[in-house]
């Protein structure tokens, strides 16, 4: 793990890396409105400018990044299109709003995990480290319970269960948390605007919600894909 210091290389960079974190569900919200179908239906197809955003978006963290979050933007990008192709073509968990995976989702996926990464590395949340961690457990057992329970989303109590695996691997490394967040809000975003939807069962047998909010597990192992490379 690297500190504060090695995150935020000037306090220039600091102040512009918080900003691009937290206009992050800004761009959600506008990028995955301009992809909807409520848009293409009533204004024009805004897919192209949609990848154009994110493209823009992520060469502008890139560019106020230190080496090992760059590092991270160029590797997840082309792992998480492998994710993509495994999880939405072969296995069928999941389907975009037309028949092609869409260019700005790889792209999208590092803009969430930059997110979480910057957010992780804030001097708060470094200053508060373990009183967040108390709080990811306890929030995230009542989500996935509340899911299972309530939503019968049976697929989120399995997923949800590996996610803790992951988490306890990695002493409930907070960052593994904030990347969690981003990929919460991004799922119910696109399901919200029908950019895509989760299949009612995963697996072929297990029922699951729209979207399952277990599948941070599968962001998660990207991320320890990501840090032995």
């Given at each position: ?33 301009l992809d909807s179908p ?166 072929w047998v297990i029922p ?22």
């Amino acid at each position: 793990m690297i500190n504060a210091a090695t995150t935020h290389t000037t306090p220039g960079v600091k102040h512009v890396q918080l900003w691009q974190a937290w206009l992050f569900p800004v761009f959600v919200w506008v990028s995955l409105g301009l992809d909807s179908p409520y848009f293409r239906a009533h204004y024009f197809e805004g897919r192209l400018l949609t990848t154009a955003l994110a493209l823009l978006y992520v060469a502008f963290i890139y560019k106020t990044a230190d080496a090992y979050l760059r590092r991270l933007v160029l590797v997840i990008v082309p792992l998480t299109y492998i994710g993509e192709l495994i999880f939405c073509k072969l296995l069928h968990m999941y389907d975009y709003a037309g028949e092609a995976i869409p260019l700005y989702v790889p792209v999208g996926h590092a803009l969430v995990y930059a997110s979480g990464f910057i957010f992780a590395h804030t001097a708060w949340a470094m200053r508060h480290d373990a009183a967040l961690k108390l709080f990811f457990k306890i929030f995230f057992i009542l989500l996935f319970a509340f899911s299972a329970l309530v939503l019968h989303d049976y697929f989120t109590l399995l997923f949800g269960g590996l996610f803790f695996l992951v988490l306890r691997r990695k002493r409930y490394e907070n960052l593994y948390c904030f990347v969690a967040l981003s990929v919460i809000f991004t799922e119910v975003s696109g399901v919200m605007l029908n950019c895509w939807n989760w299949r009612g069962t995963m697996l072929w047998v297990i029922p699951s919600g729209n979207p399952p909010i277990g599948a941070v597990f599968i962001y998660a192992g990207a991320m320890c894909c990501w840090q032995k490379l």
